[in-house]
């Protein structure tokens, strides 16, 4: 028995020490330039300004800038995506900011993941980006809490030393600033704007086409979150539009299934009466947004593209405020936008 | 089962408190439990062959010791009416018939290990002769995927054959005691090759738990894991690039690159020791230990008593003293004695033993030319060393160099290493050729290396990387000589404070975890997981 005594001592002391000794360099990740927390600190010092948001994942972090959406549309917007966020997580920030500012629009970008990923099999990043977004630490907790399932609650601290370690070595690099210059209201272009994902010639989007199968296993628990946006909208007033952002060509004509994701999304839009675009289906989208300029990645825009991007989707918006058809830029579906595709034949 | 997994982590945590929570005298049965799983894990038709392995080995070990006892009974029924010359009749009888069971699990069982190992690279043989006359392949090239760890518990289970036969181990009566010496998980992938007397004593004592053996086990596990995960890991992808770009490398930056992988594989297999060695202290069970020092040794010989121990053990018990002993292999020796002189004779014997030894050690490593020649190039310097006996004394005296003298040793350790790594890398680039090309890279290549980057050119990728590979290799040196004196984890608890000692495995854990981590997936298993 004393043995066992002793060996839950050392184990306590070791996870003690461990707790005190990760605490400082994650302290300095918290109170650093990291997007997520000077981001949480920046839109504190917004709240009651903002009447406009941008949710999602990475393609929407990349692609929207909050900037020109002020300039042309005379709102103030903020752009609040960021890699691999849930559909929960995206709840959670617009209850967030919409106790706090007199929100007018939200704008949910709207992707495949976002409604397969299933907490109870794997574990997001996301999530972790999420509750560090919302900027205090009971709010951190009460979410993880809800979020992640305890048995990933040691991928979880583990993320954290990774992310504290991360920190001292930025500050032995003398990389280490406490405020990134780079992001602007939310939105963060590359660092490197030199990488391409480089042209992609017919010959190759022929021999891909529709190669990939990736069918949607979606999670229940996505569909309830993104009705939970709905009606939260609906309540308090807010427009909501869901938005489909462009990805490479080459991704559109390897994947068979992407009509599959749309269709969810069109249905669930159409059923609650809210506004859904698909920027792969903009019949514009080739010729403005090339692989070879606009991508950075074969799902990502580059800085360029995102600033071709924001213009389209200005238009449609503006189209959209004026009571316009806003859908007449737009294919029907997959099927109809493939059929005028030259790789698809 | 990976053992760098977060499965892995959980099997082992809950086969320990299964372990003692048990009754003990029904610990040994948690130990076969797991070691079944663990095994099932890596594909269930993989416990086939190690379930035939262990039913042939123990089916002999019973029919052995049934034909020894029926000839005792039958001797000493009979006593009276057998003269000298009838019991020894009957005695070489009994031998024989043990002979031809030993011999005929061997085969089985090395037959086994021979399909899976080696039968494509014979059939790459006979279709290389083929093809010099008749000018194409003849025979297909397949390969079948080895069972986990065959290597390894086919060479402990069939030293078990031998020594029944030998009669220095009696027979093990229970199968499922036998099937657990067979797979014990820890080792079952990459050794020790325990020796039955050893591992059974171990396996099936009766044990309490201690805050002293868990606390020694931990610290070994994380200096273990430290090791394969955070220095054999970074010194990976570094050794790959070498050996793929061999000769885009200046002959100095090579050599460095070799070092590097003297010290990747060091880490990678004393760093699994490490930790299954440790495992198994908390358990209770102390294992074979597999090194002791090795690159502190003052010749190649030595290297190999310090070097995977119990692979050097198992040859030198069962091959080089059988051969070397042998009436023929004696006979040899007399005859050459009378022709050439002493000296000559009785090194010839000795010297045939250690050709046979180091062509199969070659041959266990891998199925390759590159992997016989390497074990032919190790015993060619024992040879050589052997033979020059005499001469090397001669020129000390005549030198007056003390023999344990500080500078002398610190020269033969550095020699030895300088050698051993260039053997290591021989059969690690790949095909012979590879391997002799960077022989060669290293010895002609004379550029002097302008910048630091060109010398060491894993320094300019990652510095974080290089720098912890740097002060692993010198932690690893310094745990080194400590050890010399008393172990490392005896040293701590006498000198360093209870709280400074956690401080320091909780760096460790988080240097694991930030460095080690990351690079498992990119680069894969441990080494000698392949063998």
Known sequence: ?345 | MNLISSEFLCFIVLLLISYFLVPRRFQWWVLLAGSLIFYTWSGPRNLVFIGLTALTSWAAGLLMDRIQNDHKQYVAAHKQELDRDAKKELRRKALLKRRAVMAAALVFNFGMLCVFKYLHFLIAQINGILAMFHGGAIVDTWQLIAPMGISFYTFQTMGYVIDVYWQKVPAEKSFPRMLLFTSFFPQVTQGPISDFTELTGELFAEHTYTYRNFSWGAMRMMWGFFKKMVLANSLASYVQDLFVNYPSYTGIAALIGAFGYSIQIYADFSGYMDIICGYCEILGIRLTENFQRPYFSKSIAEYWRRWHSSLGRWFRTYLYYPIAVAKWNRELGSRMEKRFGKAFGRALPASVALVAVWLTTGLWHGATWAYIAWGGVNGLFIIFSLWMEPVYANWKEKLHIPEESFWWRAFQVCRTFLLVTLIKVLPEVGTLKQGLGLWKQIFTNHTVPRYFAMLVPMAHKSYVQFLFICLGTVLLFAVSLIQRRQPVRQWLCDRVPYLVRILIFVLMFIVILYIGVPLVESTGGFMYAEF
Not at chain 1, 106 to 129: F, H, R, W
Not at chain 1, 327 to 333: I, N, Q, S, V
Request: glycine share 6%.
């Open chain 1, 1 to 345: 028995m004393q043995s066992f005594k002793q060996t839950l001592k050392t184990i306590g002391c070791f996870f003690l020490i461990l707790i005190l000794v990760m605490a400082i360099p994650l302290g300095g990740y918290i109170c650093s330039e990291t997007y997520l927390h000077q981001d949480a600190r920046e839109r504190e010092e917004l709240a009651g300004t903002l009447d406009t948001f941008v949710l999602g994942a990475s393609h929407a972090m990349r692609a929207v800038i909050p900037e020109v959406l002020d300039e042309e549309m005379g709102v103030n917007s903020y752009n609040l995506a960021f890699n691999l966020m849930t559909m929960q997580g995206r709840l959670e920030l617009i209850k967030l900011e919409a106790s706090r500012n007199p929100v007018k629009t939200i704008i949910v970008e709207c992707s495949m993941d976002a409604l397969t990923y299933n907490p109870n099999t794997e574990v997001l990043k996301g999530d972790q980006y999420t509750a560090d977004r919302l900027g205090s630490f009971p709010k951190a907790i009460s979410y993880l809490s809800r979020s992640i399932r305890f048995w990933h609650y040691p991928w979880l601290l583990y993320r954290y030393i990774l992310m504290g370690c991360g920190t001292v070595e930025q500050f032995f690099k003398g990389e280490f600033r406490m405020r990134n210059v780079n992001q602007k209201k939310g939105y963060v272009p590359y660092y490197d704007e030199s990488v391409r994902l480089g042209n992609t010639s017919l010959k190759k989007l022929k021999k891909v086409y529709q190669t990939v199968s990736r069918r949607p296993n979606v999670w229940e628990g996505n569909l309830k979150y993104l009705q939970e946006i709905f009606d939260f909208c609906r309540e308090h007033e807010i427009d909501l539009i869901l938005v489909t952002l462009p990805i490479s060509e080459r991704y559109v004509a390897t994947y068979d299934n992407l009509n599959d994701t749309y269709l969810y999304y069109r249905k669930a839009a159409a059923e609650n009466g809210v506004p859904f675009f698909d920027f792969n289906l903009h019949r514009q989208k080739t010729e403005l947004l090339s692989d070879e300029t606009a991508f950075r990645d074969r799902s990502h825009l580059s800085n360029e593209g995102a600033k071709v991007f924001i213009k389209m989707f200005v238009k449609t918006l503006n189209k959209l405020k004026n009571g316009e058809d806003a859908l007449e830029d737009f294919y029907e579906d997959y099927p109809a936008m493939y059929a005028e595709q030259p790789y698809a034949h």
